[in-house]
């Protein structure tokens, strides 16, 4: 096992994109990006206050169409 970054919190759902960037979930509310054993400073995309992120999956087409997919749960009363 190696360890890419540092990160205090927890980190889920760890995705490699094949270019040598990694995806993960932090903390159930931001997708984050390590490149070049980097973690990029500002989030990839966040979950407002009332849903948390789950899981990602890359489209199978994804060197073509750089789509991703975020599962999201939504929390209610």
């Known amino acids: ?4 970054v540092n990160f205090p919190g927890d980190a889920t759902a760890l995705t490699p994109i094949g270019d040598g960037r990694v995806l993960f ?3 159930g509310k931001h997708v984050r990006v390590i490149a070049s054993d980097t973690l990029m400073p500002d989030a990839a995309l966040s979950a407002d206050d009332s849903t948390q992120l789950a899981g990602l999956v890359l ?3 994804f060197d073509h169409n750089r789509y991703v997919y975020v599962s999201e749960i939504l929390t209610r009363a």
């Open 59 to 61: 489209d199978p087409l």
């Open 1 to 4: 096992m190696d360890r890419l």
């Open 25 to 27: 979930i932090a903390d």
